[in-house]
């Protein structure tokens, strides 16, 4: 067993190891750092870019008159065409009277059927085999079914009539809406998509010729579609493809979507649809995803016998055209400049989130400058969940993407020989680590000497005891 004078000289020699250390530190803490000049409040920095701009993707062979992708997360055009184009589409109606019935009521609110609605029900042939009769009462998930599934106009009317008792106050709602969601292109005059044309006096005029007075765009109709994906209600009716529901005591409804086939054909991309037909020509809603892109298409005035086939092409042509991917790393850091503290504690930079950005496979798809905006002055003490800044991207169809910095270490409250010492240890991970290992020898050496002292305290009170002992005998 080593002695007590060894511990002794063992503990010394790293205490004095351990204060020399310190003492650099002083000496490191008492040099003034060299201030660096904060970033700008709106500083522009250059790097790489593409020169292609291209964001659109090619023509696609499909046969609707009019179609629009855009990508959700941003809300950003991926495939247009004729999308400014103003005319009736009927699917817009529908999908606008089964929003705000999302919006308004339960699933299992009972709706009793009016003679209007009846006697729009009287001019259906839904599959599932359910006769709408005139006092008739369902659920409201029943009727949004079979609109969605069958483009049901008695479901419909029903559904508006329920809300605000007849459809002229329905649509006015449905007129109010399209205006709290921008969609400035768009006159609702009723809640089923039927053609509205001026009443004329002269019975030689052609039809033909009459402007609808019930219009709307792609673009309106893309926002629309984005909004009902969103809406949790509706995204579920509008991703089932087949389901059975429970009609009273003994009805039984099967209800298929027209477009269910879409679900196994577009192999999981397609993942909700929506199909309106009107003069022999389609209208759809589909929403899913493509290389990890969540997507919305809308199509209009299309082929029956192509409807399914438009819409796998579009999800296709997106899939082999785009890409998702980084635009910056969390943690990684940023190079375009650094920050101070008001009293000239220098410290760099680090992104706070992963951004990811949808581009062209074949581009980068972005200009050559970036913003940095500070937001300093900073006073100690800085968290690293602080955000100090923002860069922002942008790219070459305008589109702005703003993303946080944070420090890339903490900054303490005070500038005093300790903190800086805890500064540089946060800089120099292996400094730490020697440090740590120095004070973990220390420890042990110091427990042995604790133990060496604690054995001898014992041997000396057994002599003390066994001295009385030998005393008390001999008397």
Not at 335 to 349: A, H, P, S, Y
Request: hydrophobic letters at 45%.
């Amino acid at each position: 067993m080593v002695s007590v004078s060894a511990s002794r000289i063992i503990a010394r020699i790293l205490l004095a190891c351990c204060l020399s250390m310190i003492a650099g530190f002083s000496g490191l803490a008492l040099q003034t750092p060299q201030p660096i000049a904060a970033a700008s409040s709106a500083t522009e920095l250059t790097v790489p870019s593409e020169t292609d701009t291209s964001i659109l993707m090619p023509a696609i062979d499909q046969s609707s008159e009019a179609a629009l992708v855009i990508e959700t997360n941003r809300q950003r055009h991926l495939f247009e065409l004729n999308t400014t184009i103003s005319m009736n589409i009927p699917a817009s109606a529908k999908l606008m009277t089964a929003l705000i019935a999302c919006e308004r009521l339960s699933l299992d609110t009972q709706i009793t059927i009016s003679s209007v609605a009846a006697e729009a029900a009287s001019q259906e042939q839904p599959l599932d085999g359910i006769t709408i009769n005139s006092g008739d009462k369902y659920p409201l998930r029943y009727l949004l079914c079979r609109l969605i599934c069958y483009d049901s106009d008695a479901a419909a009317l029903a559904i508006a009539e329920q809300i605000a008792n007849i459809e002229d106050q329905f649509v006015e709602l449905m007129n109010a809406k399209a205006a709290n969601l921008q969609m400035t292109g768009t006159v609702y005059k009723n809640c089923t998509g039927q053609p509205v044309y001026p009443e004329i006096s002269d019975l030689s005029v052609d039809i033909q010729i009459l402007k609808d007075q019930q219009f709307t765009t792609l673009e309106d109709m893309a926002i629309l579609a984005y909004q009902a994906v969103s809406n949790q209600t509706l995204n579920e009716i509008l991703a089932t493809p087949s389901q059975f529901i429970i009609l009273g005591e003994s009805n039984l409804a099967f209800l298929q979507n027209r477009l269910s086939d879409l679900w196994t054909r577009s192999e999981g991309m397609i993942k909700g649809a929506f199909y309106c037909e009107w003069m022999n020509r389609t209208y759809m809603v589909a929403f899913g995803s493509a290389n990890t892109i969540s997507l919305v298409a809308v199509t209009a005035a299309g082929s029956r016998s192509e409807a399914e086939n438009d819409l796998i092409a579009l999800f296709q042509g997106c899939k082999n055209f785009y890409v998702s991917t980084p635009l910056v790393v969390a943690g990684d850091p940023f190079t375009g400049g650094k920050e101070q503290t008001i009293d000239g504690e220098v410290f760099g930079l680090v992104y706070k989130q992963t951004v990811y950005y949808v581009r062209p496979a074949s581009s980068l798809y972005l200009k050559d400058t970036i913003l940095y905006k500070s937001f300093g002055p900073f006073s100690r003490p800085i968290q690293r969940s602080m955000t100090v800044g923002q860069v922002t991207f942008e790219l070459y169809d305008g589109t702005k993407i703003a993303v946080d910095v944070v420090p890339d270490r903490q900054i303490l409250s005070s500038i005093s020989i300790v903190d800086y010492a805890l500064n540089e240890l946060q800089r120099n991970s292996n400094l730490t680590i020697l440090l740590v290992i120095c004070g973990c020898l220390l420890i042990l050496v110091l427990f042995w000497q604790v133990i060496a002292c604690a054995t001898r305290l014992t041997r000396l009170i057994h002599l003390i005891i066994l001295e009385k002992k030998i005393k008390s005998s001999n008397k």
